[in-house]
C-alpha cells in the first residue's frame, strides 16, 4: 500500500470530502472555534486592518471567513493544495464576497506563492506543517523570506518532540499521536529554530495552548 506524505495528497482525496459536503470536517473541525482562535492569535500579534496578510493552507476559509470582514478590502490572500477545496469555502462560507476577489485564492501545491503581490507583510500556517515532514517547513521559511521583502511576521503551528523521543511515536497533550516519519508529525524545537534561521528568520515558540497540543511559533525576519 502506497504511503503518501499526508492524507491531502492521496488520489481522490478532495473529490471525495467535497462530494460529501465535508469541507469543514477535513481542515481539521472545530470550524468556528479555530477560526476564531487563529483571529485572535493575529490581532494579538498586532495584525491591522491595513495589512497584507497571507493564509497558507487556507482551506475552506476557516479563518478567511474571519479575517475578510477585518482587514481591508483585496488585503486577505490565501494558498492551498486544494483550488476546489478554497472554492468550495468562497462559494458556502464566505459572507463578504466584495472584500475579496476570488483570485486571490491560489493552487500552490509547493509554497512557490504563485502570483502573490510582493506586499504581503503578515503570513500564517496554521495546522499545515503538522502534516508535513520539517523539509517542507524549511522551503516554505526560504521561499516566505525571499518572495516578500516588506514580511514582519509569519506564525506557524507544529507538534514538538524532545530529543530523547524524537524518533518515536508522541502522544501530545490533548491525545494525537504524532509520528517522527508519518503524519502527523512532530520535530525537535532546535530543529525548527535551525531551520528558520537558516532561511534568515528568528523564530521562538509562544506560550498558549492550542487544539491538539499544536504549538505556536513566531518567525521574525532577521
Not at 190 to 209: E, I, K, M, N, T
Request: hydrophobic residues 40%; aromatic residues 8%; proline residues 9%.
Amino acid at each position: 500500500m502506497t504511503r503518501h506524505i499526508s492524507p491531502y495528497h492521496a488520489p481522490g482525496f478532495y473529490d471525495d470530502a467535497l462530494a460529501r459536503g465535508r469541507h469543514r470536517d477535513i481542515v481539521g473541525g472545530r470550524w468556528d472555534e479555530t477560526g476564531r482562535l487563529q483571529m485572535q492569535i493575529l490581532r494579538e500579534a498586532g495584525l491591522l486592518p491595513h495589512h497584507r496578510l497571507l493564509d497558507i493552507g487556507c482551506g475552506s476559509l476557516r479563518l478567511g471567513c474571519k479575517a475578510v470582514p477585518y482587514l481591508n478590502p483585496g488585503h486577505y490572500w490565501g494558498t492551498d493544495l486544494s483550488a476546489a477545496l478554497m472554492r468550495r469555502g468562497y462559494e458556502t462560507e464566505l459572507a463578504d464576497k466584495d472584500r475579496l476577489p476570488p483570485g486571490q485564492l491560489v493552487e500552490d501545491k509547493d509554497f512557490a506563492f504563485p502570483g502573490i503581490p510582493v506586499d504581503i507583510d503578515h503570513a500564517i500556517a496554521f495546522a499545515v506543517f503538522t502534516h508535513l515532514p520539517a523539509a517542507h517547513l524549511g522551503r516554505a521559511l526560504i521561499r516566505l523570506r525571499a518572495r516578500f521583502p516588506r514580511l514582519q511576521r509569519f506564525l506557524f503551528t507544529v507538534f514538538l518532540a524532545d530529543a530523547a523521543r524524537a524518533q518515536e511515536a508522541i502522544r501530545q497533550p490533548d491525545g494525537v499521536v504524532t509520528h517522527p516519519d508519518r503524519p502527523p508529525y512532530h520535530v525537535q524545537a532546535q530543529d525548527v529554530a535551525a531551520l528558520a534561521q537558516s532561511a534568515g528568520f528568528a523564530a521562538r515558540p509562544l506560550p498558549g495552548r492550542l487544539p491538539r497540543g499544536q504549538i505556536l511559533w513566531e518567525a521574525i525576519p532577521a
